[in-house]
């Protein structure tokens, strides 16, 4: 089964903290993708990061820094120095021939 | 930068009517999708379409949907009779072979 799990639903922190959404996926397959996508209110799906499932260094981009560990199907996120601005639902996906998304991440960052 | 392109943004219908949800994929991409999220809900996918064909569909996608690519620049979704479970944001995206696929902003369609 292709599924992604991510089992916290809300989270809420205060500006500057540090913040990790967790994210667990399960497939059969050995090739693959994982994705983070940012849904602010607004609505619309903004890509943050694609992964395939050889390349296990972690990535930093700004604020933004990923985790992806093979060994425990693991692909978490963490955002550093968090902003208002950082408040959103945050979903991560899989990729075989569709995309399986997550229950989604709401992050609340309050000032 | 390319970029997928949805209209309309809303769309209100009313129950048991038709509509269609248009969808510009990135001009140079093979791979079509519709996803739909229920508000509140996770991105749920409905079907992808290659080579004017369906190459998957999930269980959502019953015989009340349909797609199509008119022409050569349109992917459309239609929904044959609405029900008021049908509102939601669909999300159009297209990929080339690497699967990354690129999202539209999605369109909101409520069933009254």
């Known amino acids: 089964a292709q599924k992604v799990t991510q089992a916290q639903t809300e989270i809420s922190v205060v500006e500057k903290e540090d913040v990790t959404l967790d994210c667990v996926y399960e497939t059969r397959d050995t090739t693959y993708y994982l994705f983070w996508y940012k849904q602010p209110p607004s609505g619309e799906l903004v890509f943050l990061i694609r992964r395939n499932s050889f390349d296990e260094q972690n990535e930093i981009s700004g604020r933004y820094s990923w985790n992806f560990q093979k060994s425990t199907s693991s692909f978490n996120f963490t955002i550093t120095a968090s902003q208002v601005v950082d408040s959103a639902v945050y979903f991560c996906a899989l990729t075989l021939n569709d995309m399986r998304f997550g229950a989604g991440t709401r992050l609340t960052v309050k000032p | 930068e390319p970029e997928v392109t949805q209209t309309p943004s809303h769309q209100v219908t009313q129950m048991g009517q038709e509509v269609i949800l248009r969808c510009v994929p990135i001009?140079?991409?093979?791979?079509f999708y519709w996803y739909r999220q229920i508000l509140g809900q996770k991105v749920e996918f409905l079907v992808s379409f290659y080579n004017n064909e369906i190459s998957e569909k999930s269980e959502i996608f019953d015989d009340q949907f349909s797609v199509e690519r008119p022409d050569g620049s349109n992917f459309t979704l239609k929904i044959r009779s609405t029900k008021l479970e049908d509102s939601a944001m669909y999300f159009c995206?297209?990929?080339?072979?690497?699967?990354?696929?690129?999202f539209g902003p999605g369109t909101r369609l409520t069933v009254t």
């Open positions: 001009s140079n991409h093979l791979y």
């Open positions: 995206a297209s990929s080339e072979a690497s699967r990354l696929q690129y």
